[in-house]
């Protein structure tokens, strides 16, 4: 009785078996259909050459052989095609119950990778990650839902003081290998397996590092609130291209943030109320192009950030109500050009604000005094 009932709830657990008719009722109505689909072709054989031999002179009678013949052709034909139909079914059948299979065992990878990740060593939590990352190049049809796991993990509650005592040893690793496992997967557009068309959301993330180097973003990719707080993060040569890149409210306190050479393209970046308190954020010589970059409310009250040599152009450059407070923020040599540069209600009360040789060829906007050198 025990294995009768544990059967019974196992059972809808396997693989799913229609209600098929009995073998004593399928074959005597099948050999009915066939015979009666015969009879009807014997029929329509024999009147079509009864009409001609009748057209002919003399008329000559019926050949039952050439009657026949055509019968068991027309029935050979039809019972061809049939047997496609039939084999064509069974192939979508048994390719719907691999697929099947496939996700059921790409659903319990899923599974086993998640709980690696909420693993209490580091060791098993960096083996989920690999896992995790594995499974996206495996399952495209769930993807982006693997990359979100692996974005949900950087938004996690993070201590980088290793002497405090929210501290987790291991974490630091674990966080900059999701870095690393994220770049490799931007680097190469066009290959099968690429995360450049996905969306990332580091939404209030803490940083203390990472390299998204030479990266390619093409979706949506969120910092807001994000903190970066020490070491270096390297956005160095990374391309940000038709889509939207924002940073609204994040905290640039610590360390480097390097945009070097970084390209931004027909798509919108927005810092709108960032605080730049310091460390080094350093746009020199990277390209703003064909779309809108907002610093709307952003406030720089230390550190230092570089946008020397930058290009500006083809879109909308706004600092409207930006307060440069405290920090070293140098446009030495930028380029502005057919673009519109808006520094409306901006407020100079300390700090350093230099544009030295910079250029401005669009349309520039301002209020207040704005140290833009003669010329210019």
């Not at 039809?78 to 084999?87: D, Q, S």
């Not at 903190?227 to 306190?253: C, K, M, Q």
Request: proline fraction near 4%; hydrophobic fraction near 40%; include cysteine.
């Amino acid at each position: 009785m025990a294995i009768s009932l544990q059967h019974k709830r196992e059972a809808p657990r396997g693989r799913y078996t229609p209600d098929l008719w009995p073998v004593w009722i399928v074959a005597p109505v099948a050999l009915i259909a066939a015979g009666a689909l015969g009879w009807v072709i014997y029929h329509y054989a024999y009147d079509h050459f009864a009409q001609a031999a009748a057209d002919q002179k003399p008329p000559k009678p019926v050949n039952i052989n050439d009657v026949l013949k055509a019968t068991v052709t027309a029935l050979t034909l039809i019972g061809a095609v049939l047997a496609g139909l039939y084999a064509y079914r069974k192939q979508l059948l048994a390719e719907g119950d691999a697929h099947r299979a496939d996700a059921s065992q790409l659903a319990e990878r899923y599974t086993t990778a998640a709980e690696q990740l909420g693993h209490d060593q580091a060791a098993v939590r960096l083996a989920g990650v690999y896992a995790l990352a594995r499974l996206a190049d495996d399952w495209a049809e769930q993807r982006q839902v693997c990359i979100d796991v692996l974005c949900a993990y950087l938004r996690m509650p993070y201590e980088p003081d290793p002497t405090a005592l929210e501290h987790k040893a291991g974490e630091r690793e674990v966080r900059q290998t999701i870095i690393r496992v994220i770049r490799d997967h931007l680097q190469q557009p066009d290959t099968p397996t690429t995360w450049c068309e996905h969306n990332f959301d580091f939404t209030n993330a803490v940083f203390d590092g990472g390299n998204f180097s030479t990266s390619h973003f093409r979706g949506t990719v969120t910092f807001d609130g994000a903190t970066f707080s020490g070491g270096t993060v390297d956005f160095h040569l990374a391309s940000f291209s038709g889509g939207r890149i924002t940073f609204d409210g994040a905290t640039f306190s610590a360390g480097t943030v390097d945009f070097h050479f970084a390209r931004f393209s027909g798509g919108t970046v927005t810092f709108d109320g960032a605080r730049f308190s310091g460390g080094t954020v350093d746009f020199h010589l990277a390209s703003f192009s064909g779309g809108a970059v907002d610093f709307r409310a952003a406030t720089f009250s230390g550190g230092t950030v570089d946008f020397r040599a930058a290009r500006f152009s083809g879109g909308t450059v706004d600092f409207h109500f930006v307060s440069f407070s405290g920090s070293t923020v140098d446009f030495d040599a930028a380029t502005f050009s057919s673009g519109t540069v808006d520094f409306h209600l901006a407020s100079f009360s300390g700090g350093t604000v230099t544009f030295n040789t910079a250029e401005f060829s669009g349309t520039l906007f301002h209020w207040g005094p704005l140290p833009v050198p003669a010329g210019a």
